[in-house]
């Protein structure tokens, strides 16, 4: 719901930022050409079958981090979001 409200005001970062110039929280796409929205289903999907396929938590994804895994995710660095927290 919070992504689709950035979109429709598209907002973004001012350019006082200095590692975060020019990123926007409304895009559609990140830099590889993949859906944002289509990487926060898979999130949410993973975290709802985390019983049977722990493969999230192999990611370093978990309640001391997600939020900062889907500030990344929306900011559009996709798979490179995972990177950073492994």
Known sequence: MN???TRIY????NEKGIYLKHKSLSRDVDD???SI??????M???HVDVAKN???TKLNVNN?????VALLLRL???KRTFAFTC
């Open 3 to 5: 992504h689709v409200l």
């Open 10 to 13: 598209k907002i973004s970062f």
């Open 32 to 34: 590889d050409g993949k």
């Open 37 to 42: 929205m289509g990487w926060l289903s898979a």
């Open 44 to 46: 949410i999907n993973k």
């Open 54 to 56: 722990p493969d999230i």
């Open 64 to 68: 001391s981090t997600f939020n900062v």
């Open 76 to 78: 559009g660095y996709g």
